[in-house]
């Protein structure tokens, strides 16, 4: 029998909330993971039976039968690596949609992130929009927080300021950020509002608290985060001063043709 704690994606899984540790995007319990794994493989490691049935308080049908490695409430992403069974946790959606089947980890009688509907929402948005889609990634960076208080809310404005902070953005989100104004967080509300806005692209602000990610890998989701984080950072900096130069439509333009991509309609002058 294959040991679950050596499996590639429970490795990639404490690295990555490792790192979003150290990067400052995740203090005390904040910040939350989810990454879709192939339930079938789970058999390798004696994954089969339900250790508990948890009510998830919404349904998502479209994902039943499919496993997901989430974050657990009230956990500290610096201690993940110290005790993964403890702060991590392995379910898979039951058949009627609504309960969640622990296979594994909450070793304490814990249970998923309060943030679940958001992921599980999202990952349904994400799935119609990319089927390789596997993972939704929540933290609290310092300067997309600043920024979310300084910088007008329109989803438009907010990519092109970004967008406009280093030139590889466009490479890295050329589908853009959106944004959302604050609202209560762990609700199916927030929940329902994030999924709408993950149908158009992979990233979601949710101002004066953080932002949500989505991608193929935990590396891609991590590294698109930490590409707005950098423009935020920027945007910080120089939002008090004369600004003297720019990358200008065109240009950006220019390095969406060059690169291959295709930025988000409407958004380029
Ligand atoms: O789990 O980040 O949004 C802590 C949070 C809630
Ligand atoms: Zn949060």
Request: one cysteine or more.
């Amino acid at each position: 029998m294959k040991d679950i704690l050596n499996a590639r994606f429970t490795v990639e899984m404490i690295r990555t909330v490792t790192n979003m540790y150290a990067h400052g995007w995740d203090e005390r319990n904040g910040g939350n993971v989810s990454l879709l794994l192939d339930a079938a493989e789970l058999e390798d490691y004696g994954l089969v039976k339900t250790l508990r049935t948890i009510p998830m308080g919404f349904s998502a049908p479209s994902l039943a039968g499919k496993a997901f490695m989430v974050t657990g409430t009230g956990k500290y992403f610096k201690n993940v690596q110290y005790d993964p069974e403890l702060n991590l946790g392995i379910i898979r959606i039951a058949r009627n949609g609504c309960d969640a089947e622990l296979l594994w980890g909450y070793s304490d009688g814990g249970k998923f992130t309060s943030e679940l509907p958001a992921h599980l929402m999202s990952h349904v948005s994400r799935l119609a929009a990319d089927p390789k889609n596997r993972v939704i990634m929540h933290c609290h960076p310092n300067n997309i927080l600043a920024m979310s208080f300084v910088h007008k809310l329109d989803e438009r404005e907010f990519t092109r300021s970004l967008w406009r902070m280093c030139t590889e953005c466009m490479v890295v989100f050329p589908d853009g950020v959106s944004v959302l104004p604050w609202m209560l967080c762990g609700t199916n509300e927030i929940g329902i509002a994030t999924a709408e806005k993950m149908r158009a692209n992979r990233l979601t602000v949710w101002a004066q608290h953080g932002i949500y990610g989505a991608g193929r890998d935990l590396d891609e989701t991590f590294g698109l985060i930490e590409t707005v984080e950098k423009a935020a950072e920027i945007y910080m900096k120089i939002a008090h001063l004369p600004v003297l130069n720019t990358i200008r439509d065109d240009e950006l333009r220019l390095i969406a043709k060059h690169f291959g991509v295709t930025p988000r309609d409407g958004y380029l002058d």
